[in-house]
């Protein structure tokens, strides 16, 4: 069972950047979905997630407008499409899923292995 994330780097502010996550060894429909980041020094925190339909989306405020949570259930993969990107968004980026959509935002049952996204001024 396993999430692998991709898709991470270095882009200037008001950039672009697409993750992606692949699931292994489940079925990634049956689950809830979400995105974590962690910022140099603080905690890790959720700040998207969608139902395993697709039917309910989740963002924080600091994230709403800019980003996009999606999924593919037929590629058994979860994107993030990040744009008008700001320094403050310079993370390690963690996918995860759940199959409770309460739990998604709490305590996921997968994680990802985390991206770094770094976002220059």
């Known amino acids: 069972v396993q999430l692998q994330a991709s898709g991470g780097g270095l882009v200037q502010a008001g950039g672009s950047l697409r993750l992606s996550c692949a699931a292994s060894g489940f079925t990634l429909g049956y689950y809830a979905i979400g995105w974590f980041r962690q910022a140099p020094g603080k905690e890790r925190e959720v700040f998207s997630y969608?139902?395993?339909?697709?039917?309910?989306?989740y963002y924080k405020d600091d994230v709403k407008g800019r980003f996009t949570i999606s999924r593919d259930n037929a590629k058994n993969t979860m994107y993030l499409q990040m744009n008008s990107l700001k320094p403050e968004d310079t993370a390690v980026y963690y996918c995860?899923?759940?199959?409770?959509?309460?739990?998604?935002?709490?305590?996921?049952?997968?994680w990802g292995q985390g991206t770094q996204v770094t976002v220059s001024s």
């Open positions: 969608i139902s395993n339909r697709g039917d309910f989306t």
């Open positions: 995860a899923a759940d199959l409770s959509l309460r739990r998604i935002g709490v305590h996921p049952d997968y």
